[in-house]
């Protein structure tokens, strides 16, 4: 079974930086798209970066411009640069496979205040 750990959580300040890592335990992460989510309180989560097996990414728009995903397929490691940070960007961040496919980690927290 896929374990995921997610890394690299804090606080912050706005217009600040944090970098997340989540590391699988299984190098089959390596050969599929990977995404960060992220849930804040009383919302659902929701992806806002995807990586493909190319490398390709994909981001929602309110991060878009800011957050840079990146992997590391020998250490079987996604990546979340998150530059210009903003209140909003509040929540536990988790990586899963794309879609979701794998089962959830405990998530790492990030708390932006001004």
């Known amino acids: 079974q896929v374990q995921l750990v997610e890394a690299g959580g804090g606080s912050g300040q706005v217009g600040g930086a944090l970098r997340l890592s989540c590391a699988a335990s299984?190098?089959?992460?390596?050969?599929?798209?990977r995404s960060w989510y992220r849930q804040a309180p009383g919302t659902q989560r929701g992806s806002v970066a995807t990586?493909?097996?190319?490398?390709?990414?994909t981001y929602v728009a309110s991060v878009e411009g800011r957050f840079t995903i990146s992997r590391d397929n020998n250490k079987n490691t996604v990546y979340l640069q998150m530059n210009s940070l903003k209140p909003e960007d509040t929540a536990v961040y988790y990586c899963?496979?794309?879609?979701?496919?794998?089962?959830w980690g405990q998530g790492t927290q990030v708390t932006v205040s001004s």
């Open positions: 990586i493909s097996n190319s490398g390709s990414t």
């Open positions: 899963n496979g794309a879609g979701g496919r794998f089962p």
């Open positions: 299984t190098s089959m992460c390596s050969k599929i798209g």
